[in-house]
Nanobody, 124 residues
Framework: QVQLVESGGGLVQDGGSLRLSCAASGRTFSNHAMAWFRQAPGKEREFVAAISWSGGSTYYTDSVKGRFTISRDNAKNTVYLQMNSLKPEDTAVYYC?????????????????WGQGTQVTVSS
């Protein structure tokens, strides 16, 4: 079982930037697609971005396209989420997840390992 540990969250002003990191244990990191999800208070967890095992393909939810960038470094077993032009509606707990299934990237039940999350708060 892989362990995922997120870091990099915090409080930032509207229009600011943050870079989240997710460090994975284990030797199979490079075999799996990875993703970031988020959950705001009172809302369901939602897909944010995903990246293929090689890093060659990326996927984003519409609300973050052009502002967020997902990337990975397989040598460091780490996936990143660079968040620019942050908005108050981006406030949420952000989770990284490892994709174990073959279904759609945006479906949370396709992911078999989750981190504990990191809080991102954007003030207006």
């Amino acid at each position: 079982q892989v362990q995922l540990v997120e870091s990099g969250g915090g409080l930032v002003q509207d229009g600011g930037s943050l870079r989240l990191s997710c460090a994975a244990s284990g030797r199979t990191f490079s075999n799996h697609a990875m993703a970031w999800f988020r959950q705001a208070p009172g809302k369901e967890r939602e897909f944010v971005a995903a990246i293929s095992w090689s890093g060659g393909s990326t996927y984003y939810t519409d609300s973050v396209k052009g502002r967020f960038t997902i990337s990975r470094d397989n040598a460091k077993n780490t996936v990143y989420l660079q968040m620019n032009s942050l908005k108050p509606e981006d406030t949420a707990v952000y989770y990284c997840a490892r994709k174990g299934g073959l279904g759609p990237f945006k479906e949370s039940n396709e992911y078999d390992s989750w981190g504990q999350g990191t809080q991102v708060t954007v003030s207006s």
